[in-house]
């Protein structure tokens, strides 16, 4: 049996052999490759399914009897308890604008627990990662959650969905929740907003209606990095994830609450 670093690392290893493979003109030209899924700006470009590609490629040649959930579609039952969860492009809106804020998330899970994550921007030379139990790193380099301690100077990310009636409910705790913060900030990539919260680059994190391939791996670094991160079933219709650092957990979970009431 692998350990969970060996997991992390062949993410590694996949994740820098599908770098090299790309160039600006290749980038480039596949920006222009666009196709709609579920609306009008929810985007998939022939770089979406190039990189799901290669990912599954790359673990089948290394991990042939693990199952595979990606959100482009590729899908394969395993057979040893072990899944990899994979968004080819995380923030593919900002791809196609040429928006430098999109990233590559490989999770790795083990009967139904996440042990190993891997989210690399495509746009910096950022790559994240974090073994369960053994702390997050970008770069190679231990990263931690900042410290601050006050919700009124507290720097936080959100993302929005792409259905106009998700974003009711989220212009609503949005119009609750701005008044009370230091400011509000949205990216457009859930895996590299948590992989931020774990850099202290943001004090907080929140979205309603993310999958699972959007924050399976930004999660774990968010948590093996100090923060604190929760998901909240409230109805059958809304579904948040909510990610702190751990002196704003209480004071931004209630406030998380009370933006649902308004």
Not at 50 to 65: A, G, P, T
Not at 76 to 103: L, Q
Not at 139 to 155: C, G, M, Y
Request: charged residues 25%.
């Amino acid at each position: 049996m692998s350990s969970h670093h060996e997991l992390r690392d062949i993410a590694l290893e996949c994740v820098a052999a599908i770098r090299s493979s790309l160039n600006i003109n290749s980038i480039n030209a596949r920006r222009a490759d666009v196709e709609n899924k579920s609306s009008s700006s929810d985007y998939v470009t022939s770089l979406d399914r190039y990189i799901e590609s290669e990912i599954v490629k790359f673990i089948i040649k290394n991990r042939q009897n693990d199952g595979i959930l990606g959100e482009e579609g590729a899908t394969k039952s395993g057979t040893t308890g072990t899944r990899w969860i994979i968004d080819p492009i995380d923030g593919t809106s900002n791809f196609v604008y040429g928006i430098p804020y999109f990233s590559i998330s490989i999770a790795v899970e083990i009967e139904g627990d996440i042990v190993a994550g891997v989210v690399a921007d495509l746009s910096s030379d950022d790559i994240f990662d974090a073994v369960k139990g053994h702390g997050s790193r970008c770069n190679t380099e231990i990263i931690k959650v900042n410290n601050n301690d006050s919700l009124q100077s507290a720097l936080v990310a959100t993302g929005f969905s792409y259905k106009p009636e998700r974003r009711e409910i989220q212009g609503s705790m949005l119009q609750y929740i701005l008044p009370r913060i230091g400011d509000i900030r949205r990216f457009g990539s859930a895996a590299l907003d948590l992989c931020w919260l774990a850099a202290g680059r943001v004090d907080a994190f929140y979205e309603e209606g993310l999958n699972l391939w959007d924050y399976a791996a930004g999660s774990l670094i968010a948590s093996e990095a100090g923060g604190t991160v929760k998901t909240m079933n409230l109805t059958n219709d809304i579904n948040l994830l909510v990610a702190t650092n751990t002196h704003l957990d209480t004071d931004f979970q209630k406030l998380i609450n009370n933006s649902l009431r308004y």
